[in-house]
């Protein structure tokens, strides 16, 4: 049995899986270890390529996912499947400086430690050749993330580290598993304080294929603050799910205000007309930003849209089946309101995750 499972998500990455093998093998000596490569169904063949060399090596596995994407939760299914004691985490593109690693280890062993950081931002460690608007976007990344990791921890945003086993199944219930910062996830889920040290390295260039960095990228880190940050009052899509309402109650009185007084267009009509626009506009406000990470496109874009449409026409009768027997029944009228209110609210949102957003291909 392996005393080290090296975590290694990836997709897309067929050009680095052999390197990154050649160069861990290269530097982990007598280690007993096992390389996990854990890939989400990469169009080129990242997962045979893995398989092909598991036949070589039986060190290395892989756990191929379909119909799944997602960097942080690829690493908790690769970390649980271990039966080692310690976990290592790391990218494919060569971009984590693996001679470090024995070093790492060492230290989480001798100093009974939960994690130790492979760190950019420690002495000796540096972001290596990355430009200044990559460099400022991380620094405003890691001011989001202030309070909810430890002072004392510098590199809270590495993708490379060494955790206990045990200390990661205690907090894997708990991770929220939203995009990319799963050591992040880590320290805020553990529930307890972890003890921890870095060790400096260089983050290197992509040796081969593409970043997969993107816009979907910051908008899974913001889910993620948020799930962390007061995700046990409200999920992060519930609540932006009400934002884009609240939006949508603004622009709603802009369009009456402009038909209804600056155009004298009769009120039905004009109310009528703001409400299409309304339902259409917070449809993709939603689409872009509460469910960014199954935004719907093409012909699902148009049958999303229609099913929006009904869901949220049922969701008016109810709200205003419910103000209206509130208010039957001598519940003040604004208070009556905001019962419909509500009840419409929590309608919209669990039947469009479920029938716009939710439905399978
Ligand atoms: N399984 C899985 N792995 C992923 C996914 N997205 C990214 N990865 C892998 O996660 C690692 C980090 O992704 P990168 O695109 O290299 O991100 P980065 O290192 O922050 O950015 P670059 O400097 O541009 O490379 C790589 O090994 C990717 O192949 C995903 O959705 N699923
Ligand atoms: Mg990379």
Redesign the pocket.
């Known amino acids: 049995m392996p005393d080290v499972s090296i975590v290694?998500?990836?997709?897309?990455?067929a050009p680095n899986v052999r390197e990154l093998h050649a160069r861990v093998a290269d530097v982990m000596g007598s280690q007993r270890w096992e390389i996990i490569f854990?890939?989400?169904d990469s169009p080129d063949g990242t997962a045979d390529l893995a398989r092909a060399l598991s036949a070589e090596d039986p060190r290395v596995r892989c756990v191929q996912?379909i119909g799944r994407?997602?960097?942080s939760t690829?690493v908790v299914e690769g970390a649980l499947s271990s039966s080692a004691d310690t976990i290592a985490v790391m990218?494919?593109?060569l971009?984590h400086d693996e001679k470090i690693l024995p070093a790492m280890l060492n230290e989480l062993r001798a100093r009974k430690l939960d994690v130790v950081v492979g760190s950019r931002y420690v002495g000796g460690g540096s972001t290596g050749d990355w430009d200044e608007s990559r460099k400022t976007i991380s620094r405003i990344a890691g001011r989001l993330a202030r309070g909810l990791v430890p002072e004392g921890l510098h590199d809270p945003m590495s993708?490379f580290f060494v955790v206990k086993s045990a200390t990661f199944r205690e907090a894997a219930r708990n991770l929220s598993g939203y995009g990319?910062k799963i050591l992040l996830d880590l320290f805020v889920s553990a529930g307890r304080p972890l003890q921890f040290a870095e060790v400096p390295y260089t983050f290197k260039p992509?040796a081969h294929g593409e970043?997969?960095?993107d816009t979907l990228v910051a908008w899974e880190y913001l889910m993620l603050l948020v799930d962390k940050r007061i995700g046990h009052i409200i999920s992060p899509r519930l609540l932006f799910f009400g934002l884009v309402g609240g939006s949508g109650v603004v622009f709603h009185y802009a369009i009456l205000s402009l038909l209804f007084l600056g155009l004298g267009v009769p009120f039905a009509s004009a109310q009528l007309v703001g409400t299409v626009c309304t339902m259409t506009s917070n449809f993709f406000l939603n689409n872009l930003f509460t469910y960014r990470d199954q935004r719907l496109r093409g012909t699902k874009l148009l049958r999303g849209l229609l099913s929006f449409y009904a869901v949220c026409g049922l969701g008016a009768l109810a709200n205003i089946g419910v103000a209206a027997y509130a208010f039957s029944k001598d519940v003040e009228w604004a208070l009556s309101a905001l019962a419909g209110i509500v009840v419409g609210t929590l309608w919209n949102y669990l039947a469009t995750a479920r029938f716009t957003w939710g439905a399978k291909k």
């Not at 290694?8 to 990455?13: G, K, Q």
């Open positions: 290694v998500p990836t997709f897309r990455e854990v890939d989400d996912r994407r997602g960097l690829a990218d494919a593109d971009q993708g990319y992509r970043s997969k960095l």
